[in-house]
């Protein structure tokens, strides 16, 4: 496969990253990650804003322009005949003297299959573990998930399939999605500490009348419906928090409509 590394694009196998780059040693760079379906990259328009805004917002030198970075991902989808797969941009934070200021990074592009959960998932639903957390600069794709990572062997252990954050009793989102409810009919997704997903953008675009606010882990507890929203999750329906049943404890009816809806909006 090839991938775009050092200015150009090369062969996969060439691409290198210096050992003390502060992605490596800090956590400090920026990525970002989409998918192409039938050859087109979904919704690319959004991913490279975002992009550009995490490069800015943490004071990294992206030097490439959207159009640039598009053609880039252009030639990338044909040379890899990427038909269905996941494409990751990472921006580092670079080497500097003192091993923590962030300095000109490297930026990668590369293809990687895509892994969604299973047909029973999306059926029946999946569990989420409740973690008291709040993210550091959360709207910005930081390259730091080491509390997720260390936590994932914990929720795994207690069949779950991801975390909900909630931090002074209010919910944010997941360790890599975000999250919505829905209360007689009523559909909410939390506003604070959050990044701003671009399914979850989709979402709010099919469901325009959903509440944008904050919202409170007793909340989520009493909510009819939930589900979470990501790239690589799509609109997965949650059924248990904790141990605790949500509604009827199936998958429920506005979610499972905006689960079609989704399907038609990726064509
Ligand atoms: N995660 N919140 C966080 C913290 C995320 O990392 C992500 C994406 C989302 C959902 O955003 P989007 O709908 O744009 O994918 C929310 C990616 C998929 C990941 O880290 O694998």
Redesign the pocket.
């Known amino acids: 496969p090839y991938c775009f590394a050092k200015n150009g694009i090369i062969d996969s196998s060439a691409a290198h990253i210096h050992p003390m780059d502060i992605s490596l040693i800090r956590g400090y760079g920026i990525?970002?990650?989409?998918r192409t379906s039938n050859y087109v990259p979904l919704f690319l328009s959004?991913?490279l804003d975002?992009f550009i805004r995490s490069a800015a917002k943490t004071h990294l030198n992206l030097q490439f322009s959207k159009p640039e970075l598009a053609e880039i991902i252009k030639e990338l989808i044909q040379k890899n005949n990427l038909e269905n797969g996941g494409i990751r941009m990472l921006l580092t934070g670079g080497v500097s003297e003192n091993h923590f200021s962030p300095s000109d990074g490297q930026l990668f592009i590369f293809c990687e299959d895509l892994l969604f959960p299973s047909q029973e998932k999306y059926e029946k639903g999946v569990k989420l573990l409740s973690v008291e957390h709040v993210?550091a600069i959360?709207d910005i794709?930081t390259t730091n998930?080491a509390y997720p990572v260390w936590l994932s062997t914990d929720w795994k252990a207690k069949s779950a399939e991801d975390v909900i954050y909630h931090f002074n009793e209010m919910i944010s989102?997941?360790?890599?999605?975000?999250i919505f409810i829905i209360k007689e009919g009523k559909i909410s997704t939390p506003n604070q500490h959050?990044?701003?997903?671009?399914?979850?953008?989709?979402v709010l675009e099919l469901a325009p009348e959903t509440e944008i606010r904050p919202i409170s882990f007793e909340e989520l507890l009493s909510a009819d419906e939930i589900f979470i929203?990501?790239?690589?999750?799509k609109i997965l329906p949650i059924t248990l928090v904790d141990d605790h049943k949500i509604g009827t404890g199936q998958v429920g009816s506005i979610t499972k409509k905006l689960m079609a809806d989704f399907v038609e909006m990726e064509k």
């Open positions: 990525f970002d990650f989409f959004d991913y975002r993210r959360a794709k998930y989102e997941s360790s890599r999605s975000n959050i990044l701003h997903g671009i399914t979850r953008m989709r929203t990501s790239t690589t999750k």
